[in-house]
């Protein structure tokens, strides 16, 4: 089963410095239909224009990963934590019994786009942590690099839940494939480009809710950047 998301049915809100799009119900988007897949959460894919961002907020109870496009996205936190994320960066927030941070475009010209995803942790109120790796091109060019995973395991940054996440950079005419565990489920999210998954057309923020697929098939028309989530059932 492949139920498709396009990208211009989900939630979208335009703030003038943040141009967000929401996979799933968030802030004032909700769809009842739309509250996750297992225990992915959010996908929310943000552009802020240059020198904006998120002031200090709090989170509690979420493994939230960032995954900049374009740009440059600094944080900083309330673990002491301060750092400017890249395109090829992944950062993993566990905000557990709770953490604040903030959010801002680290630079005053251009803007940054970057996505922003939530997984709920296998267990709450744990000691909130933070973690960031980067994950040269070369790595994701016509394969799936494990980016994030429960177990830390291929360098991955680590998730406080049986999930992995994995990136891919699909060249034109290039194919690759993922074997789905039997009694796991799968999320595909489409960052940029055109492509097809067993045989259907995806383009850019296409997304794809998958279960009951033993073999996930993806070909690029064009280049085409996608993720791909291995989730409990």
Not at 29 to 55: C, K, T
Not at 81 to 87: A, E, K, L, Y
């Amino acid at each position: 089963m492949i139920i498709l998301r396009p990208h211009d049915q989900r939630g979208h809100a335009d703030h003038g410095w943040l141009n967000s799009w929401h996979s799933f119900s968030f802030a004032d988007y909700y769809d009842p239909q739309e509250m996750g897949w297992s225990e992915l959460r959010v996908i929310n894919d943000d552009s802020v224009a240059p020198g904006a961002g998120f002031p200090t907020h709090g989170h509690q109870d979420m493994e939230i990963v960032s995954y900049v496009l374009e740009g440059a996205l600094e944080h900083k936190d309330s673990l002491g934590n301060g750092s400017v994320i890249r395109p090829g960066d992944v950062q993993r927030m566990s905000a557990g019994r709770g953490i604040r941070h903030s959010e801002f475009n680290a630079s005053d010209a251009a803007p940054v786009h970057f996505l922003q995803i939530w997984i709920q942790p296998a267990q709450r109120g744990i000691e909130p942590g933070y973690e960031q790796k980067y994950f040269a091109s070369e790595e994701k060019r016509d394969r799936l690099r494990l980016l994030a995973s429960g177990d830390g395991r291929d360098g991955s940054v680590t998730l406080h839940q049986d999930a992995s996440l994995y990136a891919g950079v699909i060249s034109p005419g290039a194919s690759l494939a993922f074997d789905l565990p039997a009694g796991r489920k799968a999320y595909v999210h489409l960052a940029r480009g055109k492509m097809r998954l067993n045989g259907q057309a995806m383009a850019t923020g296409d997304g794809a809710k998958i279960a009951d697929e033993p073999r996930l098939e993806f070909v690029g028309e064009g280049e085409a950047e996608v993720l791909v989530f291995d989730l409990p059932a």
